[in-house]
């Protein structure tokens, strides 16, 4: 079973920045380097919806209205995704979760969620 660790969710103010992390320490890098990463939110009462998603060949996608906030990158020697934050606004407030998924889909993974608190 592939354990993912995400860290860097929090408390910050309305326009702020955060940058979580999500690690794969239990994967190869060449394992790792196969996989499409993306991240996803769940806010209360709400369903998950697609933050961002980047393609093991560089393919970039966004959810609504969130191209030019959210900056996805990835690092396959340290076997580690990001998610870059900024001008943070309160509906951002959400449960965090990081994936890892094949291309064909046969394989997907799931971090453990981080709370992101936006306040007004």
């Known amino acids: 079973q592939v354990q993912l660790v995400e860290s860097g969710g929090g408390l910050v103010q309305a326009g702020g920045s955060l940058t979580l992390s999500c690690a794969a320490p239990?994967?190869?890098?060449?394992?790792?380097?196969?996989?499409?990463v993306a991240w996803y939110r769940r806010a209360p009462g709400n369903a998950r919806e697609l933050v961002t998603s980047?393609?093991?060949?560089?393919?970039?996608r966004y959810g609504d209205s969130l191209r030019g906030r959210f900056s996805p990158s990835r690092n396959d020697l340290g076997k580690i995704h990001s998610l870059h934050m900024k001008s943070l606004k309160p509906e951002d407030t959400a449960v965090y979760y990081c994936?890892?998924?094949?291309?064909?889909?046969?394989?997907?993974?799931w971090g453990q969620g981080t709370q992101v608190t936006v306040s007004s």
């Open positions: 994936n890892l998924r094949s291309s064909t889909g046969a394989d997907e993974y």
């Open positions: 239990s994967l190869s890098v060449s394992a790792f380097s196969r996989y499409d």
């Open positions: 980047l393609s093991r060949d560089g393919l970039l």
